[in-house]
Nanobody, 125 residues
Framework: QVQLVESGGGSVQSGGSLRLSCAAS????????MGWFRQAPGKGREGVSV???????RYADSVKGRFTISRDNAKITLYLQMNSLKPEDTAMYYC???????????????????WGQGTQVTVSS
């Protein structure tokens, strides 16, 4: 079992920055891949960025060059540094983890076993 708790969300103006954190507990082997997903009102959940034990790192095209994912070696904390935020980044952001290998073309799909409760990010223009 894995528990995930997000923090760091908030309200910022366009162009601002936020750093999200996800504190993980439970079996580290259940966290082969960890990532950030988001869901805006009326929209489906989409992958933002993921990192896996095999070194795979993926970003959604919409955040490339602005967001950076990282995690500590013990896989206890996952981070998402978000710079140059835009109003379209407004969403609930979720931390997720999964024990399985995910191919490059699949890692950003929201098919993860464990999810946090989410943290709200609001970007105003």
């Amino acid at each position: 079992q894995v528990q995930l708790v997000e923090s760091g969300g908030g309200s910022v103006q366009s162009g601002g920055s936020l750093r999200l954190s996800c504190a993980a507990s439970g079996n580290p082997s259940s966290r082969y891949c960890m990532g950030w997903f988001r869901q805006a009102p009326g929209k489906g959940r989409e992958g933002v960025s993921v990192v896996c034990d095999d070194g795979l790192t993926r970003y959604a095209d919409s955040v490339k060059g602005r967001f950076t994912i990282s995690r500590d070696n013990a896989k206890i904390t996952l981070y998402l540094q978000m710079n140059s935020l835009k109003p379209e980044d407004t969403a609930m952001y979720y931390c997720a983890a999964d024990p399985h290998y995910k191919g490059r073309g699949y890692a950003l799909q929201p098919d993860y076993s464990y999810w946090g409760q989410g943290t709200q990010v609001t970007v105003s223009s």
